[in-house]
């Protein structure tokens, strides 16, 4: 682990696990932040900060406001009320564009239209800094092209790096969903940004390609950037996250280590609560038994 990454950890060391801690280098610092949905309050956050250089695992129940939350930081959606700054530079009522090349940016998952685009074409578009679908019209990538030369270059040297040198001129549609999340993050980093939001980076992903999928995503933070995740897979947050931050009901109801909130009670009753419909009938009763066996023998101590 690079010796500032490690720093970086300490830092939270005397960060309480309390909702809306205060964290020692705050690269994103919010207030009040409110969005309803007609009578329903998708996001009611109090108060947010998320550390600058270590991985922030965003989490919760399907419907917490996980999404809407990552929508409004990034100028994707408006509140109703609420400040936020990144970097100490209030974002409120900044276009999405704008954000991203101040150095916020969250991932896509890839829409209808970018299918039909080609993984480098796909990449170009990350360059524009989020402008949206719309930008990628004939007229403006006549416009475009003419900046091309030097995203080319960029976008090259990343989709080598993320393994995607050879689908370069595959349509992104192609692609298996462990390339997909790998064409996402790439795509992100055409702008450098100093902070990237993944949104669900393991949904769809082959179990063989989590592990390569993990080291990219702690690569991101190894080089300097910050990074928060939303995501359902426990095991990826519990592997690599440095802090944990815990929705319910569009509130941050815990927030702490890993280790804390997995053991935190409100955590185990929001997610249980919320997946407790689980259907008994679809568990593999036999293969739950061979696995607790094959547990008990290798604790049985050796004679
Ligand atoms: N555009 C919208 N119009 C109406 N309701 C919305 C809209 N976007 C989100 N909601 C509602 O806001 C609430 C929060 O949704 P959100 O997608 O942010 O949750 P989430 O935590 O990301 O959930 P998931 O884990 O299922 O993706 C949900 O009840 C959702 O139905």
Redesign the pocket.
């Known amino acids: 682990m690079p010796a500032d990454v490690s720093a970086a950890r300490a830092a939270l060391d005397g960060v309480p696990n309390e909702p809306g801690a205060p964290k020692p280098d705050p690269i994103v610092k919010g207030d009040n932040i409110t969005r309803t949905?007609?009578g329903?309050k998708?996001v009611d956050v109090e108060h947010i900060e998320i550390q600058r250089g270590v991985i922030t695992a965003l989490i919760?129940p399907?419907?917490?406001?996980?999404?809407?939350l990552f929508n409004l930081l990034t100028g994707f959606d408006e509140p109703d009320h609420g400040d936020w700054a990144f970097n100490g530079k209030k974002l409120s009522n900044v276009p999405a564009y704008k954000v991203a090349r101040l150095g916020m940016v969250r991932t896509f998952q890839l829409t209808k239209v970018l299918s039909k685009l080609t993984v480098i074409e796909n990449m170009r578009l990350g360059a524009t800094g989020q402008r949206g679908e719309r930008f990628w019209s004939a007229p403006f990538r006549r416009l475009w092209s003419a900046q091309e030369d030097a995203n080319t270059a960029r976008a090259d040297e990343l989709l080598a790096r993320f393994k995607l040198d050879e689908k370069r001129e595959d349509f992104a549609g192609s692609l298996s969903g462990g390339q997909r999340k790998l064409l996402e993050m790439a795509r992100a980093l055409m702008v450098d940004p100093e902070l990237i939001m993944l949104d669900e980076p393991m949904a769809g992903v082959n179990p063989a390609l989590k592990q390569s999928l993990l080291e990219h995503v702690k690569s991101l933070r190894d080089e300097g950037r910050s990074v928060l995740f939303?995501e359902?897979d426990m095991d990826m947050v519990r592997d690599i996250s440095d802090w944990v931050i815990v929705?319910a009901q569009g509130q941050i109801v815990a927030e702490g280590t890993p280790q804390a909130v997995m053991a935190d009670q409100r955590v185990i009753d929001a997610y249980l609560g919320a997946h407790h419909d689980t259907d008994i009938s679809e568990i593999d009763v036999d293969e739950l038994e061979a696995e607790a066996e094959a547990e008990l023998e290798a604790e049985e101590p050796k004679p």
């Open positions: 949905f007609g329903l998708a919760g399907n419907g917490a406001g996980k999404t809407t939303v359902h929705m």
